[in-house]
């Protein structure tokens, strides 16, 4: 069985940084591209950054400069680093092998 947990969401302030972790188990980890994607209240899902199995990383052009995406391999285990967190980074955050599977979601809220 495919299972994904996301962990390290939170409140913070902008400006903070967050550190999400995405625990994995079911699967060839190492060989799976991982994915983040993120739902804001009341809005569609968002692609937000992928890492290939050979370690080659992607960003969506609105969070380019401030995240930046990692796995360990060893651990089975995705990250998403967010920097300079804005209040437009309040969102749910789903990791996902592929775009196949999904974990249940960390929310992560920016607020002063």
């Known amino acids: 069985e495919v299972l994904l947990a996301e962990s390290g969401g939170g409140l913070a302030q902008p400006g903070g940084s967050l550190t999400l972790s995405c625990g994995a188990s079911g699967f060839t980890f190492s060989a799976t591209e991982m994915n983040w994607v993120r739902q804001a209240p009341g809005k569609g899902l968002e692609w937000v950054s992928e890492?290939?199995?050979?370690?080659?990383?992607g960003y969506a052009d609105s969070v380019k400069a401030r995240f930046t995406i990692s796995r360990d391999n060893a651990k089975n285990t995705a990250y998403l680093q967010i920097n300079n967190l804005k209040p437009e980074d309040t969102a749910t955050y789903y990791c996902a092998a592929g775009l196949a599977y999904w974990g249940q979601g960390t929310q992560v809220t920016v607020s002063s």
């Open positions: 890492i290939r199995a050979d370690g080659r990383t």
